[in-house]
T-cell receptor, first 115, second 112 residues
Framework: GAVVSQHPSRVICKSGTSVKIECRSL??????MFWYRQFPKQSLMLMAT?????????EQGVEKDKFLINHASLTLSTLTVTSAHPEDSSFYIC???????????FGPGTRLTVT | DAKTTQPPSMDCAEGRAANLPCNHS???????VYWYRQIHSQGPQYIIH???NNETNEMASLIITEDRKSSTLILPHATLRDTAVYYC?????????????FGKGTKLTVNP
């Protein structure tokens, strides 16, 4: 149990365009979802926390107008990188916790490359 | 900032036990110790967590010192597939969101 999926697994986009990444909890209801970013050879950095039906809480230094997060249902959260630039190229990972268990379960990640 | 300190890398022979240490000297009384691992280019995988007692599951054992200032993750019979970065994390309660703060972890290499 406790499976989290992400789509797409890999995306290449041109500079200036927007890209949406989906995160789904497949077998549980995710009351809270987290979005992380990981640059090569670095650790995961938390970007934001989102609770279903509420606005996301962003970590210091993360631009909320650039990284739009929507958590409209208990099984789906989306991260939209707007006006992407090459420096946004990174590995984006989501995680989710449910109302019953507080362990975080992670998705497989999405590799974003902005050209 | 992460509240844990781990060695940057360790090696282990296949079939032997891997003992991964973690220092968390500023841990609070109600904070748990969590262990995750990340195999290259994948999302982190939950391994085990504990508060004060030692814990064991099908993947690993977690030994927490009596003063809770350090812990050790034990993989009893390491295999090549256990090669990964292992993260020791103190669970931070922040307005109920209970986020995880990742440090740099320990890169464990299991050698044949």
């Amino acid at each position: 149990g406790a499976v989290v999926s992400q789509h797409p697994s890999r995306v290449i986009c041109k500079s200036g365009t927007s890209v949406k990444i989906e995160c789904r909890s497949l077998d549980f209801q995710a009351t809270t979802m987290f979005w992380y970013r990981q640059f090569p050879k670095q650790s995961l950095m938390l970007m934001a926390t989102s609770n279903e039906g509420s606005k996301a809480t962003y970590e210091q230094g993360v631009e909320k107008d650039k990284f739009l997060i929507n958590h409209a249902s208990l099984t789906l959260s989306t991260l939209t990188v707007t006006s992407a630039h090459p420096e946004d190229s990174s590995f984006y990972i989501c995680s989710a916790t449910g109302s019953i268990t507080h362990e975080q379960y992670f998705g497989p990640g999405t590799r974003l490359t902005v050209t | 900032d992460a509240k844990t300190t781990q060695p940057p890398s360790m090696d282990c022979a296949e079939g032997r036990a891997a003992n991964l240490p973690c220092n968390h000297s500023t841990i609070s009384g109600n904070e748990y110790v969590y262990w995750y691992r990340q195999i290259h280019s994948q999302g982190p995988q939950y391994i085990i967590h504990g508060l004060k007692n030692n814990e064991t599951n099908e993947m690993a054992s977690l030994i927490i010192t009596e003063d809770r200032k350090s812990s050790t993750l034990i993989l009893p019979h390491a295999t090549l597939r256990d090669t990964a970065v292992y993260y020791c994390i103190v669970r931070v309660a922040d307005g109920g969101s209970e986020k995880l703060v990742f440090g740099k972890g320990t890169k464990l290499t299991v050698n044949p």
